[in-house]
């Protein structure tokens, strides 16, 4: 398979995936001014947001735990979703 149909592939799948375009700090930004970070700590329970918890802090667990993250992102999408 050709470069070309790899990209187009994976610009097919994208369209499918409500979080492409959707920055990490952006989405801890959204929990953090919707919930805090000791909502969140309760909501899921990492010790970044539970331990003396900070944006870059988390930001640094999340980008290097993708269980982490996925649990992250799906509380994202569940928020994001009741807002519309």
């Known amino acids: ?9 994976k610009n097919q ?21 919707k919930y805090g970070f000791e909502s969140l700590g309760e909501k899921i329970n990492i010790r970044c947001f539970t331990s003396n918890p900070s ?4 930001l640094k667990f999340l980008r290097k735990t993708p269980w982490a993250r996925e649990k992250v992102e ?6 994001s979703k009741s807002k519309k």
């Open 55 to 58: 944006v870059k802090s988390s």
């Open 74 to 79: 799906r509380l994202y999408l569940r928020s």
């Open 13 to 33: 799948t994208q369209v499918n995936n409500p979080l492409h375009g959707v920055k990490l700090a952006d989405i801890l930004e959204y929990l953090v001014d």
């Open 1 to 9: 398979m050709n470069d070309k149909k790899r990209e187009k592939i």
